[in-house]
């Protein structure tokens, strides 16, 4: 008790649309507290289309839809080993 977790069991995946679309506003506001954490964003456009100056930085990762559940999963333990 009263140990602080350090690694998120579960990290964000947000809906991407447009560079402004509330996913990177949400991975934005989750980094006041933990500016460390990893962030996934899926959409049915290319990573290309969606983030025309790429990423939003290092922390954050691209699947685009629609994809099946064993390449979410080697997505999600990329970003974890990463």
């Given at each position: 008790?009263?140990n602080?977790?350090?690694?998120?069991?579960?990290?964000?995946i947000?809906?991407?649309?447009?560079?402004?679309?509330r996913?990177?506003?949400?991975?934005?506001?989750?980094?006041?507290?933990?500016?460390?954490?990893?962030?996934?964003?899926?959409?049915?456009?290319?990573e290309?289309?969606?983030?025309?100056?790429?990423?939003?930085?290092?922390?954050?990762a691209?699947?685009?839809?629609?994809?099946?559940?064993?390449?979410?999963?080697?997505?999600?333990?990329?970003?974890?080993?990463?």
């Open positions: 008790m009263g602080r977790v350090t690694e998120p069991l579960i990290e964000p947000c809906q991407e649309r447009s560079p402004a679309s996913g990177v506003r949400t991975s934005a506001e989750l980094r006041i507290d933990r500016p460390d954490v990893k962030v996934i964003f899926t959409s049915g456009n290319s290309e289309a969606v983030f025309e100056k790429g990423l939003p930085d290092e922390n954050a691209f699947l685009q839809k629609p994809f099946r559940l064993d390449d979410l999963a080697r997505k999600v333990r990329d970003v974890l080993d990463s």
